[in-house]
């Protein structure tokens, strides 16, 4: 059974969360049945017994990867305080600059590994979920806050509005990840932020 997590010491922190990047790094850039956990250890610079210390498998350590990256992807200033159309707009010009940086390789983690969970896995995937109904919920108090700021109308259905938020921003992710193409983000989300436009007071 490997250490908990709050068991450890400040260095059995470090090491374990070294080992977490390093694989969230690795199975992003080759997915999970492409990374293998000797890759993981060889790039973590840490010994077989170390790595098992920390996790009794590959699984165990991607519910690991999932979890640190659906935090990750919560801990986006730009998310968390997105409070009017203006923010919304700044948030969408950030996202599409990032990918574009990257050459549009690296797509938010939580689509990617929604793609690379196999149904027979349905813990994983409710981790994968959970993180997505969680990045959905920032999205929402965002709206609320514009909605309540009398920026949207009022009978705006911001549950309905932040769902299609997210689902543009992973699917636009996805799509130019695939194309290598910054093009089918922008779209996406361009038509998401028309989608709040349209709800605007005045």
Known sequence: MPASVDALTAKGLRTRTRIVDTATRLILANGAHGTTMEAIQHESEVSASQLYHYFDNKRDLLAAVIQ??????????????????????????????????????????????????????????????????????????????????????SDTDIDRLAL????????????????????????????????VEARAAG
């Open 164 to 195: 299609v938020v997210v689902t543009a921003y992973e699917g636009g992710m996805l799509v130019s990840r695939a194309q290598r193409a910054p093009e089918p983000l922008e779209a996406a989300l361009d038509a998401a932020v028309a989608c």
């Open 68 to 153: 640190a990256s659906t935090e990750t992807v919560l801990a986006n200033t730009r998310l968390l305080e997105m409070r009017s159309l203006r923010d919304l707009r700044a948030w969408r010009d950030a996202v599409v600059d990032a990918a574009r940086a990257t050459g549009c390789r690296v797509g938010c983690p939580l689509a990617s590994f929604a793609e690379d969970i196999p149904d027979s896995d349905p813990e994983l995937l409710e981790l994968v979920a959970a993180g997505l109904r969680r990045l959905t919920a920032a999205v929402a108090a965002g709206l609320t806050a514009m909605r309540d700021a009398g920026e949207l109308l």
